[in-house]
């Protein structure tokens, strides 16, 4: 199994920890990086072999990571010379991609069974797989609805729930058949334009732990949290 792990952004929303280290470099707890873990994690899990997209402050991932050979994997890297987008980097991997693919954000601190999602992935016969998980927003004021200048419906502080995007998704490599190499493919992008066909995406829900590190609140909760879950999130270490 092959995975490509996305690791080419600024990490703008990070700072001021991503002034001097990328993002999936920012360590966890006080021995590990999210980068680390993640390829722990997917050595764990059956894969052996991975693609990290670099670009901003990607020489210091690459002479980190090296060549996998430590977590039990083969690692190859690809260098987006200008941001792409979070799907645009992979255009310029497709020949070196096999048929089926595991694509995750290097910021995501999670217990999900990336196999599994793979194996579903396959079995789906889908273009793409998106591990989804469920959030609930809080609304802080009363919510109107209004029409033609008249209030229809009032609902005070109401609570929404969502499915969001995990940042892991299987793919299939046919997929990219279209889209030009070199050129931004968002996520958005994509799944728009799949949503047009007749073979829509599927989504596979996952309700274990998940935490997407792109803000300083939430590296902060990594941290304090990271004692706890590390036998979650690192199984046998």
């Not at 402050?57 to 977590?71: F, H, K, M, P, T």
């Not at 499915?163 to 070199?182: A, E, F, K, N, Q």
């Amino acid at each position: 199994m092959h995975a490509v792990i996305l690791a080419g952004g600024k990490g703008v929303r990070l700072r001021p920890y991503t002034t001097a280290l990328p993002k999936p470099l920012v360590p966890i707890g006080d021995q590990h990086a999210i980068l680390e873990i993640v390829l722990r994690q997917l050595s764990t899990a059956g894969f052996t072999s991975c693609t990290i997209a670099i670009g901003h402050l990607g020489e210091i991932i690459r002479a980190y990571v090296g060549d996998g050979s430590q977590w039990g994997l083969a690692v190859d890297y690809a260098t987006e010379e200008s941001p792409l987008g979070t799907m645009g980097p992979l255009l310029n991997l497709r020949d070196r991609l096999p048929e089926t693919f595991l694509v995750m954000n290097g910021d995501v601190l999670t217990d999900l069974d990336y196999a599994d999602v793979l194996r579903r992935h396959r079995a789906s016969g889908a273009p793409l797989t998106i591990a989804t998980y469920a959030r609930k927003v809080h609304i802080d004021f009363g919510v109107l609805t209004t029409h033609s200048s008249k209030v229809v419906a009032f609902t005070e502080k109401p609570s929404m729930d969502y499915r969001v995007s995990m940042g892991v998704y299987g793919l299939s490599r046919t997929t990219l058949d279209g889209y030009t190499p070199g050129l931004p493919l968002g996520f958005d992008e994509l799944v728009l334009d799949l949503l047009k066909t007749d073979n829509k995406p599927h989504a596979y829900d996952f309700d274990g732990y998940w935490l997407d590190i792109g803000r300083p609140d939430d590296y902060d909760r990594a941290n304090a949290e990271f004692t706890t879950r590390k036998s979650l999130l690192l199984k046998g270490a």
